[in-house]
T-cell receptor
Framework: QKEVEQDPGPLSVPEGAIVSLNCTYS??????FMWYRQYSRKGPELLMY????GNKEDGRFTAQVDKSSKYISLFIRDSQPSDSATYLC???????????FGQGTELSVKP | SQTIHQWPATLVQPVGSPLSLECTVE??????LYWYRQAAGRGLQLLFY??????ISSEVPQNLSASRPQDRQFILSSKKLLLSDSGFYLC???????????FGEGSRLTVL
């Protein structure tokens, strides 16, 4: 079993839809949770990170962590064609462990 | 602000040829630096990381090596490339807040 599981998609939605991207994990020691966006042929870009449980909002993006279920989500409201990219989740503990990445979910937002 | 540069952006090399990919970071001192490889349609594979000059940790035994000759320079090398070395190579530095990584634009290597 991988430490971090992420559905690779692809996920296709119409413009304006609410998108939900998810990851599950097995290591209960993970405390930092991150989401990256990667456009085709570019390096991943950090979107946001959260510490421990709870929600964090940044514009149209909301990150949610449920440590009891070992489940994290990224919601994108009013999705735009420019949101079309691969989204990777990543997480680590607070003891100096390595950042563990999910496989990434490919998202396509159709005009 | 911090920036990270990688070059070359694209490289096509024959099997058996040498490789050198370079990465430099600006705007920060003594960063932890990382080399990842991303194969088509797959996740990120950590290859090497470095916590300081001359300090290299290898995650995956393979045909590649890394060096850190200066504080903000990280180099990925190979003496003889294999077909399986093709991929998208990413350099990253670690932030201080949450252990977050900041990636460069990547170097796409095709071995023929």
């Amino acid at each position: 079993q991988k430490e971090v599981e992420q559905d690779p998609g692809p996920l296709s939605v119409p413009e304006g839809a609410i998108v939900s991207l998810n990851c599950t994990y097995s290591n209960s020691a993970f405390q930092y949770f991150m989401w990256y966006r990667q456009y085709s042929r570019k390096g991943p870009e950090l979107l946001m990170y959260t510490y421990s449980s709870g929600n964090k909002e940044d514009g149209r993006f909301t990150a949610q962590v449920d440590k009891s279920s070992k489940y994290i989500s990224l919601f994108i409201r009013d999705s735009q064609p420019s949101d079309s990219a691969t989204y990777l989740c990543a997480m680590k503990d607070n003891q100096g462990g390595k950042l563990i990445f999910g496989q990434g979910t490919e998202l396509s937002v159709k005009p | 602000s911090q920036t990270i540069h990688q070059w070359p952006a694209t490289l096509v090399q024959p099997v058996g040829s040498p490789l050198s990919l370079e990465c430099t970071v600006e705007g920060t001192s003594n960063p932890n630096l990382y080399w990842y490889r991303q194969a088509a349609g797959r996740g990120l594979q950590l290859l090497f990381y470095s916590v300081g000059i001359g300090q290299i940790s290898s995650e995956v035994p393979q045909n590649l090596s890394a060096s850190r000759p200066q504080d903000r320079q990280f180099i990925l090398s190979s003496k003889k490339l294999l077909l399986s070395d093709s991929g998208f190579y990413l350099c990253a530095w670690m932030g201080q807040v949450a252990g977050e990584l900041f990636f460069g634009e990547g170097s796409r290597l095709t071995v023929l």
